[in-house]
Antibody, heavy 124, light 113 residues
Framework: QLQLQESGPGLVKPSETLSLTCTVS??????????WGWIRQPPGKGLEWIGS???????YYNPSLRSRVTISVDTSKNQFSLKLSSVTAADTAVYYC????????????????WGQGTLVTVSS | DIVMTQSPDSLPVSLGERATINCKSS????????????LAWYQHKPGQPPKLLIY???TRESGVPDRFSGSGSGTDFTLTISSLQAEDVAVYYC?????????FGGGTKVEIK
């Protein structure tokens, strides 16, 4: 059974870089069948897609976050990671990682399963 | 970006009654080459990650009870819970995957009346 687990600091200072890692177990991140994604949920708000990555390193980002986001993959560790730079209080959210099941076009799809999520608070 | 608008924001429903959640996209998510609607539905309970219920607008994920059904095409979609159970209390989200810039609806909170 595929499982995903987010890890990283729960508190980040304004203007610094948020860094999270998602560890995948029960399956290989190098599967050609899937993408991997990050989604966040600010307190009291809805879900926002941050970006997705293929095991080859191809990435797709939310246009509204593209200038600050980097997603990378480490196939040797079965992990993928998120870096979000120049954070502000608006970046406070629960961050989820998830497997993306792609359409035939590969670059887009739906998410299943999801990690439990990790709360990241941006505060000095 | 394709904007997804859900209604209502909150939906009180009596146990055993039908719950109907609407999702409207700002442009069609029907892909003409394969006649598929690029839309998914999720259930999100407090303290848990979102759970996939339906994809391709109407295909139920394995293990999802058949009281959940999805319908609609083009820009207008519906998630129906035919007979609300206590464990169905949650926020429900739609998501389009027609555009590479994936977007979610704002959510509909289903509660017991």
């Amino acid at each position: 059974q595929l499982q995903l687990q987010e890890s990283g600091p729960g508190l980040v200072k304004p203007s610094e870089t948020l860094s999270l890692t998602c560890t995948v177990s029960g399956g290989s991140i190098s599967s050609s069948s899937y993408f991997w994604g990050w989604i966040r949920q600010p307190p009291g708000k809805g879900l926002e897609w941050i970006g997705s990555i293929y095991y080859s390193g191809s990435t797709y980002y939310n246009p509204s976050l593209r200038s600050r986001v980097t997603i990378s993959v480490d196939t040797s560790k079965n992990q993928f990671s998120l870096k979000l730079s120049s954070v502000t209080a608006a970046d406070t959210a629960v961050y989820y990682c998830a497997r993306m099941l792609p359409t035939p076009a590969k670059t887009k799809g739906w998410f299943d399963p999801w990690g439990q999520g990790t709360l990241v608070t941006v505060s000095s | 970006d394709i904007v997804m608008t859900q209604s209502p924001d909150s939906l009180p429903v009596s146990l055993g009654e039908r719950a109907t959640i609407n999702c409207k996209s700002s442009q069609s998510v029907l892909y003409s080459s394969n006649n598929k609607n690029y839309l998914a539905w999720y259930q999100h309970k407090p303290g848990q990650p979102p759970k996939l219920l339906i994809y391709w607008a109407s295909t139920r994920e394995s293990g999802v009870p058949d009281r959940f059904s999805g319908s609609g095409s083009g820009t207008d979609f519906t998630l129906t819970i035919s007979s609300l159970q206590a464990e169905d209390v949650a926020v429900y989200y739609c998501q389009q995957y027609y555009s590479t810039a994936l977007t979610f609806g704002g959510g509909t909170k289903v509660e017991i009346k």
